[in-house]
């Protein structure tokens, strides 16, 4: 027995009006232009920021046998407060832009005729013109004057980072319900009892209300039958039919038996359902049906425990917006395609980003079989309005979004957004009140209390929590070294991770999970821009290194036209760069038992924001096939030494298996590695392993590859294999290393060097005389080597000899000189307010920096179009300012951009000075050892001592 509400869908064609000054009223409202619902005004009409106040208005027939019934109308969610009129009859407000709500229309209602319905938006955020505001100053300059919607109190959400996403931006429709009906049904699975636990309500409509007789659900007997359908849609036991008196609002809870569950599970998507039927003397009058999955979460032992068995989380941050709609997915099959190629990237789990998804995304999400991390939307200043307007918004979601299975944890607050946790006991107390409230409220999933992050001064921390999660950036290659240590020291489950004020309530049992990390590779421009014709319109967005707009123009500007053949080219090189990151930082999180999951920044790119692992319009990027592997629940981790090596010699290796798969726990089994070089030379070798490890990391210990010798520089391929002890696969892991000839640690062309090197702290003796090189004074040097630029040295090449500067500080460059060019030294890790990470643009740990070397500029040196780990050891702490690439393109051999090929800086700088020449290079070089440097260093010295002397061109400029 079933019954179907009836409904009329308003999804489509509204007229819109914009009341910036909010003076309209619904009697005096213009036609106003068309506007499509649902879809935020931003992705449909002109010039649509600065608008914060418009009118909605659709006239709509209502059935004349609808008569003597209540009259709702359903909004999924409208942003942010919203006022609702029918024929002129005020009928309600909302506050909220997340979350559904309805309105009784009572006598409003004309039934039989036409009726107008009026919604008057008010969103705040709309104010914002200029994506991304980061810092609450920057929006409080853009807020409206209107005290009880402070925009910094809001929950709002990306809003500040992407677009506001304003006005009815999820579906619409009128219902005609009995003045008896159902309320929402909330269920909560027991998969270890085998019940489900119903929890229903009935709502009593007073006949005052309506303008008509009452209908026949208001005489007889009622009752309440409810029906559990399997995930074949067959009964589940037999119809349990309850007494409901007859007296108002009632409610109630029944546990229903499921005698064999079938369990909700990552890829297995088991959706039961409950029909519930409200009946008057037998007769149906209401019903409603809820989907739901048995399954279970919980954590124990420092691991997430999915229906009974642990899980490692593979998951991807999900900004949850769109090319074109902004915040509305632009169709369910769009979403069912989005999650499938979610699983085939290996994913098990979405991290939803403080913004509730439509639901369509969680239908999509149950039915795929994919975990979701679901958190409140922050706002950027706590106050006693922020905190209600927080508590209410994340109950309406939880009420709203609760029958999911798919979701498995809240999150509360993302990195102390909105709260100040470090410095306030009143914000941490209330958010320990939030963490009871919601564990009482949702006992079926984990609560984060704050997702965790690195800050400029100590990071913010953790006060009870279920995931001890914390937020990492850190850039590879560039800075490889660093996240190393800090993963290793976050896997150590460090005491700065909780509330050093004594209100931390750690039970160290919390799963630590890595729930934000990655690195940048920028989409294709060629596919964005597509059928359009046009740029999409948020490449006007963002801020200096990370603004789209002008990107290719800037690719010719900068000369890198000569290192990649087109745009798109470069977008592929950069991929390739993301990629490498990732699986490098992927490898040192699997290396550590302790650690039970991470979340990768992010699944698409967020407009601007190019960190995704598909872009904006859900474009797999160039390392799609090779993600699985990565993302898989049984990895083999090679963690080797370095990423370049000599011909010949051994590369040392640390072997690691990490096992999360069926049949985890098998005895024994065997890691086979190959190396392979580009002539087809190869080398293989076995390692044993005594037992497979349990739902954990297992150090397999070091392994010592052996290389061929090569006649002139390669890459190889260092592959690795991981067989149980039935002989199966079960994982795989592949790098490429660079291999030069070891003919190349000494030099083939002998020079007379001096040497500059105060205490010796840069080792450059040593170096160049490993190198075979001549240490004389400076009267019979070719080329002076110097780790410090002063008045001597500027005086020594105007007389006409060669400079080669190693550059390892700011001070290397005394301030004062007056070099032929306007030179800068600048460090990349220098703090700047203002922007995340609080670093400068060339720090490379958020927006990505890129360091490129032209190819045939460095004889014998790896060819990469952007440098990657087999240069780690090489890359700069500083950079090199005052370059024009127009100007200086032909004495920048080696140089870097950042995010969206902008802040041009030199890494290597050859220039004229007086009758002579200085280079200056940031690159690493000495003291670092190893068959990059040393080739590196080298190729400098060679390309020092031969640089012709230029004829006198002065820019000069004081340093």
């Known amino acids: 027995m079933s019954f179907r509400r009836p409904a009329i869908d308003l999804d489509g064609e509204w007229r819109f009006i914009r009341d910036p000054d909010r003076l309209l009223t619904p009697e005096t409202l213009p036609d106003g232009e068309p506007i499509s619902v649902p879809s935020c005004w931003e992705a449909q009409v002109p010039d649509p920021y600065r608008i914060v106040t418009a009118w909605y208005r659709r006239r709509i027939q209502i059935p004349a046998d609808w008569r003597g019934r209540q009259v709702l109308v359903r909004f999924g969610a409208v942003m942010y407060r919203s006022t609702v009129w029918v024929n002129g009859m005020c009928i309600g407000e909302h506050e909220g832009g997340y979350t559904p709500f309805d309105l009784k229309a009572g006598h409003a209602v004309r039934f039989g005729e036409e009726n107008d319905v009026v919604v008057r938006v008010t969103n705040p955020m709309n104010a914002i013109h200029d994506y991304p505001v980061f810092g609450v100053e920057q929006g409080q300059a853009a807020e409206e004057p209107d005290p009880e919607l402070s925009i910094a109190e809001l929950p709002h959400g990306k809003q500040t980072w992407y677009s506001s996403t304003s006005g009815i931006w999820q579906s619409v429709r009128i219902e005609a319900v009995p003045t008896t009906r159902l309320g929402r049904l909330r269920i909560r699975p027991a998969l270890a009892e085998r019940r489900a636990l119903v929890r229903w309500s009935v709502v009593g409509e007073p006949l005052a209300q309506l303008d008509a007789e009452p209908d026949d659900s208001r005489s007889g007997a009622l009752s309440l039958e409810l029906i559990l359908r399997d995930p074949d849609g067959e009964p589940v036991g037999a119809p349990i039919r309850l007494e409901v008196a007859d007296a ?39 019903g409603l049906s809820e989907r739901f999955g048995m399954r279970s979460i919980a954590i124990r032992d420092g691991r997430v425990i999915l229906n009974g068995r642990p899980i490692y989380l593979i998951g991807a941050l999900d900004q949850d917006f769109y090319d074109e709609t902004i915040s509305t997915p632009p169709s369910r099959p769009f979403l069912d395609r989005q999650m499938r190629l979610a699983r085939e990237m290996g994913l098990n789990l979405l991290r939803c980003h403080i913004k509730a998804p439509d639901p369509a995304y969680l239908d999509a999400a149950d039915e795929a079989g994919i975990l979701l991390w679901c958190e409140l939307p922050n706002w950027s200043r706590f106050s006693l309005a922020a905190a209600a307007r927080g508590r209410e918004a994340l109950r309406a979601m939880v009420e709203a979004m609760g029958n999911h299975p798919s979701i498995v944890i809240w999150t509360i607050i993302n990195e102390d957004w909105g709260t100040r946790l470090r410095h306030e006991a009143r914000d941490r107390q209330w958010l320990l009140g939030m963490v009871r409230w919601l564990r009482s409220e949702d006992p079926t999933r984990l609560v984060v209390d704050n997702s965790a992050c690195e800050t400029e001064e100590t990071p913010n921390f953790h006060l009870d929590t279920d995931l001890a999660d914390f937020h990492l950036y850190h850039g590879v290659p560039d800075n490889a070294v660093r996240w190393r240590s800090a993963v290793a020291d976050y896997a150590r489950r460090p005491a700065w991770l909780w509330s050093p004020n004594g209100d931390a309530r750690p039970r160290g049992t ?63 090189a950069t991929q390739r760069h993301q990629f490498d990151g990732l699986h490098f930082a992927i490898g040192q999180l699997r290396r550590h038992t302790s650690i039970g999951g991470y979340v990768i920044t992010e699944l698409t790119d967020a407009y601007w924001e190019a960190n995704g692992l598909l872009d904006c319009d859900r474009r797999p990027k160039s390392f799609h096939e090779r993600l699985s592997a990565l993302n898989a629940p049984d990895a083999v981790i090679l963690d080797l030494e370095r990423y370049d090596a000599w011909g010949g010699a051994t590369l040392a290796a640390e072997l690691t298996l990490s096992a999360y798969g069926p049949a985890a726990g098998s005895a024994g089994g065997r890691v086979e590695w190959r190396v392979t070089l580009d002539d087809g030379q190869q080398r293989t070798g076995v390692v044993s392993c005594g037992s497979w490890p349990t739902y954990g990391a297992s150090s397999l210990g070091r392994v010592e590859l052996t290389l061929p010798d090569v006649q002139a520089t390669c890459d190889a391929q260092v592959a690795v294999a991981a067989y149980d002890a039935d002989g199966v696969q079960r994982a795989t892991d592949e790098h490429r290393i660079a291999v030069l000839p070891s003919t190349m640690r000494r030099t083939a062309h002998r020079r007379a060097l001096a040497i500059d090197d105060a205490l010796e702290i840069w080792q ?185 002397r230029a004829p006198h061109t002065r820019e000069t400029g004081v340093v």
């Open 764 to 948: 450059l003796e040593n170096r160049v005389t490993a190198l075979g090189h001549e240490i004389v004074d400076r009267g019979r040097a070719e080329v002076l080597i110097t780790a410090q630029v002063t008045e001597r040295e500027v005086a020594w090449a105007d007389r006409g000899h060669h400079l080669l500067a190693v550059v390892r500080s700011r001070e290397a460059i005394a301030s004062g000189l007056e070099l032929d060019r306007r030179v800068q030294v600048q460090l990349r890790r220098f703090p700047e307010a203002g922007f995340p990470g609080q670093r400068s643009a060339w720090d490379g740990d958020w927006v990505t920096s890129y360091s490129w070397l032209l190819p045939g500029s460095f004889p014998g040196l790896p060819r990469r179009p952007l440098l990657d780990l087999a240069y780690e050891l090489v890359l700069p702490d500083h950079v090199l300012l005052g370059y024009e690439p127009e100007l200086h393109a032909a004495e920048v051999p080696a140089g870097m951009f950042v995010g969206w090929v902008h802040a041009p800086a030199a890494l290597v700088w050859s220039f004229p000075q007086g009758r002579g020449r200085i280079t200056l290079t940031t690159l690493r070089v000495s003291p670092e050892t190893g068959p990059v440097p040393t080739a590196l260093l080298e190729a400098l010295i060679q390309r020092a001592a031969d640089s012709p």
């Open 510 to 572: 919390e799963p630590l999970v890595l729930s934000e990390f990655g690195g940048w590779g920028l989409p294709r421009v060629s596919e964005l821009t597509g059928d359009r014709g046009r740029q999409p319109w948020w490449f006007e967005t963002g801020h200096r290194h990370f603004r789209p707009a002008g990107i290719a123009r800037r690719f010719e500007k900068l000369g890198l036209d000569r290192i990649f053949t087109d745009l798109d080219d470069l977008a592929d």
């Open 248 to 286: 108002g609002d009632a409610a109630g809870e029944v546990s229903l038996d499921v005698a064999q569950p079938r369990a909700w599970d990552i890829g297995v998507p088991n959706l039961y359902r409950v029909d519930a039927t409200l009946l008057r003397d037998g007769r149906p009058v209401d």
